[in-house]
């Protein structure tokens, strides 16, 4: 319960929307308790008037007027509240899931490493579907019951305690029952949940790259272990609700006897003249009222259940800690005013003024180590430096920690020991969306997003003009293929630019690149995908986008790595050697080694070439 009073404070702007529904909850319950009386009153003016006496037909008149004009009221009452319901319960919807993207957004790299896509998603919507589901269904039904019941105990207590005793027996002994049923059910709940979220997470994983499921023909084994964790929710699901039920059966029937006690009590109070007959249908009516709620209650236990178990798993993600210095900070709710004033244009640019000292390198590793996992260091005490201007290759065998190394620069990852400066200063100090914005990056896998070109080339600079955006196309040898395009830079490319062909998508991800015009330039592995013709033409890009920039290459040609500044050979995750292409061809180190073996040209010697993601 606590977790769902969390869910209610967490979207605490929403106070006037919760104080409409508990004032028009009142009403409701207020108005629905007229109607009682007023039969009461109306019974015993009835029998009255049976006996000769009473007021005549002007009182039965005014007596049914009251009546309706309290169900008119409740009529209005429950439609006006149900309303608030409704759209209290979006607009919660949105702040939560807002509030779920925006936290999710400023988690570290290393949280993503160890969650499946899927899951992440599967987590969110059942996690707020079952929050929200509930709070619509409490404040529109439960809710306004919940009242009447307060008021009908009240007001039965007037009139008799022993059948006020009895009905306030109902709601302890029904709660401890369902406390009792609960425990097991919620822990069967959280193992069901398990497994939903884990065939959601492979369900998106294989929709997601279809194309090797097809092609290793594992269509087969993918939906039956999809089904697999389907059959253990069902079966998970079969001791669950028989479970319930038997509780169920338990609970009510002790209910069922209680208010044969109650029952009793009242006709025999009637019967010896305690009560008038109009009294005996107020409290049979009154009894009926209290009733019904706790026989929802099962009902509402039961989505309060799915509730907190959701509400548990919403906040597991939203107490993950999020990355230090990320580029959203806090989590804030979004702005659901129904006209917002601004559109929905993109915010200007930032411009991120970096502190530069003009002496220092442009790029310094001092003893940086660094291992994923703690107890695996794949990066030992690194010590380099780059120049402004300069261009410095990577070389090391395949998962010798290229990549690695690249992505601390970035920030993706801290290092365990020692610092990385940029300009001068340690990236550790500032704002990572500032030191990513000093870092221009083409990755080997393009990495698009559905949309059309253009908005691809802009993801950088939403503000880019046409012409920017053709200069940097041209400039990365795409323009012509995109004019080309059915709709020219309107195009949609499809999930991930799944439309075009890779060395198409690569030369977008150079353009794109270019755009962010950032001083320092990343190239990883960027064009190893791509047939040679395609490679060419992204390479000229790629030279173009080189010009003028600090860059850190990592390429899987010889050729390539061969007009570099210098060198800088990985070994066993240290340093091997430092030099520029014609030093380092004279020593026997990897450089010279992937030379003499690109001359050789045997069957084994290419293998061995292989090791090292290269190729002459
Ligand atoms: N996210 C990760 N979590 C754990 N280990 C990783 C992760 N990424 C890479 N590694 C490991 O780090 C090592 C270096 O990988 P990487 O830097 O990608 O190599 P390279 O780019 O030189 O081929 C490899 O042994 C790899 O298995
Ligand atoms: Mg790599």
Do not use: C
Not at 187 to 210: H, S
Not at 366 to 377: I, L, P
Not at 497 to 508: A, E, N
Not at 588 to 608: C, P, V
């Amino acid at each position: 319960m606590r977790t769902l009073l969390r869910v209610l404070t967490a979207a605490r702007e929403l106070w006037p929307w919760y104080a409409g529904i508990i004032a028009t909850s009142v009403l409701v319950a207020v108005t629905a308790l007229a109607t009682p009386f007023v039969i009461a009153r109306a019974t015993d003016e009835v029998v009255a008037q049976v006996g000769g006496g009473g007021g005549g037909l002007l009182t039965l008149v005014v007596l049914a007027g009251a009546l309706l004009v309290a169900e008119l009221l409740n009529t209005v009452l429950t439609n006006i509240g149900g309303f608030l319901g409704d759209t209290m319960t979006m607009r919660l919807r949105a702040i939560l899931s807002s509030r779920y993207y925006s936290k999710l957004l400023s988690l570290p790299q290393r949280y993503f490493d160890n969650q499946l896509t899927g899951t992440v998603i599967n987590k969110l919507n059942r996690s707020i579907t079952e929050v929200t589901q509930f709070l619509q269904m409490f404040s529109n039904n439960f809710f306004p019951t919940l009242i009447t019941v307060v008021a009908v105990l009240v007001i039965a207590g007037f009139y008799s305690w022993p059948l006020t005793l009895l009905l306030l027996i109902i709601y302890p002994l029904f709660t401890w029952l369902t406390a009792l049923t609960s425990k097991r059910w919620q822990k069967l709940e959280g193992e069901k949940n398990v497994e939903l979220d884990a065939a959601g997470g492979r369900f998106a994983e294989v929709i997601g790259q279809i194309k090797v499921t097809k092609s290793f023909v594992r269509e087969r084994t993918e939906l039956d272990t999809f089904d697999d964790h389907y059959r253990r929710v069902v079966a998970t699901t079969h001791t669950q609700s028989a479970w319930w039920h038997r509780m169920d059966v338990a609970r009510r029937g002790s209910l069922n006897v209680i208010f044969f006690g109650i029952y009793l009590i009242i006709f025999a109070q009637t019967a010896s003249g305690q009560f008038s007959l109009g009294d005996m249908v107020l409290l049979i009516q009154l009894v009926a009222m209290a009733r019904t709620p706790v026989m929802m209650m099962s009902f509402l236990v039961d989505s309060s259940q799915h509730a907190i178990a959701g509400s548990r798993s919403y906040f597991e993600v939203m107490d993950e800690t999020p990355e230090p210095l990320a580029a959203i900070g806090e989590v804030r709710s979004p702005d659901l005013t129904l006209t917002p004033a601004a559109g929905t244009a993109p915010a200007e640019p930032v411009t991120y003024d970096w502190p530069i000292q003009p002496d220092a390198p442009t790029i310094a590793f001092e003893h940086v180590s660094f291992g994923y996992d703690s107890d695996a260091e794949i990066l030992h005490d690194i010590t380099f430096a780059v120049a402004r201007g300069e261009r410095v290759a990577l070389v090391s065998e395949s998962g010798g920690g290229k990549t690695t190394l690249v992505n601390l620069l970035l920030g993706l990852y801290r290092p365990d020991a020692g610092t990385i400066s940029i300009a001068g200063t340690d990236t550790t100090e500032v704002s990572l969306a500032k030191v990513r914005a000093q870092i221009g990056v083409v990755f080997q896998d393009a990495s698009l997003f559905s949309g059309t070109v253009r908005e691809n080339l802009a993801y950088g600079r939403p503000h880019a003009t046409d012409a920017e955006l053709e200069q940097a196309a041209r400039r990365a040898n795409a323009h012509e293929f995109i004019v080309r395009l059915s709709e020219g830079y309107d195009t949609l490319i499809g999930e991930r630019g799944v439309r075009l062909s890779g060395g198409q998508k690569q030369r977008i991800a150079v353009a794109r690149a270019m755009l962010k015009d950032a001083p320092l330039l990343v190239l990883d592995e960027a064009t190893s995908a791509l047939d040679s013709r395609s490679e060419r033409l992204v390479q000229a890009g790629l030279e173009e986008l080189m010009a003028d920039r600090t860059s850190i290459i990592i390429a899987h040609r010889l050729s390539t790595i061969s007009t570099v500044d210098r060198i800088i050979t990985l070994r066993d995750g240290r340093i091997d050697e430092v030099g520029s292409p014609a030093e380092l061809a004279t020593t026997d180190g990897i450089y010279a080694e992937l030379l003499a073996l690109q001359e050789s040209g045997t069957k084994r010697d290419k293998r061995r070439m292989a090791a090292f993601d290269i190729t002459g």
